[in-house]
């Protein structure tokens, strides 16, 4: 049979190794929940991108109606 120094060297290696195990395991926990906080801060971010963005074209497409008036405007004045 194996040495009893030699077993306890073993069993210390594989104490070890569940602890290592366990941490690394909360550790994934944290990383998961770390990637979940981040992909929602991420879509909402988006969200709030492609709002910008919407009032943005808006804003663009009201712009040939403002030139168009204030020119009309302008030229109503120049008349008078």
Not at 22 to 48: F, V
């Given at each position: 049979?194996?040495d009893?120094?030699?077993?306890?060297?073993v069993?210390?290696?594989?104490?070890?190794?569940l602890?290592r195990?366990?941490e690394?395991t909360?550790?994934?926990?944290?990383?998961?929940?770390?990637?979940?906080?981040?992909?929602?801060?991420?879509?909402?971010?988006?969200?709030r991108?492609?709002?910008?963005?919407?009032?943005v074209?808006?804003l663009?497409e009201?712009?040939?109606?403002i030139s168009a008036?204030?020119?009309?405007?302008?030229s109503t004045?120049?008349?008078t």
């Amino acid at each position: 049979m194996s040495d009893p120094s030699q077993l306890d060297l073993v069993t210390e290696r594989v104490e070890r190794l569940l602890v290592r195990y366990e941490e690394l395991t909360r550790t994934n926990a944290l990383l998961y929940r770390q990637i979940d906080a981040l992909s929602q801060e991420r879509d909402s971010l988006k969200s709030r991108l492609n709002a910008a963005r919407a009032r943005v074209d808006s804003l663009l497409e009201r712009l040939p109606e403002i030139s168009a008036s204030r020119q009309a405007s302008s030229s109503t004045q120049e008349r008078t």
